[in-house]
């Protein structure tokens, strides 16, 4: 049973920064896509940015580029999302999710991924 564990949230004013850290255990995922998503409350999970396995692939919403950053370590079974500039519309819940296919081609949508984490809550402050 694959277990992912978020970390790194927190309360910042707009215009600063965070860095998210989501380990995995159970199993290693190095063979796996992995990716971020938020839900604020009210709204539905909405897709933030993803990751290939060999991390040589990233993808972002329209709504982030330019200001986030994915990473992973496959080493240490981690993925990270670096989060700049951030915006008061940036507050949401930040989950991280898993494929569970390897080599997968990397999805946007949450039914592409198999396991999540329980999340960490980011608040932007005006």
């Known amino acids: 049973q694959v277990q992912l564990v978020e970390s790194g949230g927190g309360l910042v004013q707009a215009g600063g920064s965070l860095r998210l850290s989501c380990v995995a255990s159970?199993?290693?995922?190095?063979?796996?896509?992995m990716a971020w998503f938020r839900q604020a409350p009210g709204k539905e999970r909405e897709f933030v940015a993803a990751?290939?396995?060999?991390?040589?692939?990233?993808y972002y919403a329209a709504s982030v580029k330019g200001r986030f950053t994915i990473s992973r370590d496959n080493a240490k079974n981690t993925v990270f999302l670096q989060m700049n500039s951030l915006k008061p519309d940036d507050t949401a819940v930040y989950l991280c999710a898993a494929d569970a296919i390897s080599f997968r081609a990397v999805g946007r949508e949450a039914r592409s991924y198999d396991y999540w984490g329980q999340g960490t809550q980011v608040t932007v402050s005006s």
């Open positions: 159970g199993r290693t995922l190095i063979t796996y896509a």
């Open positions: 990751i290939s396995w060999n991390g040589i692939s990233t």
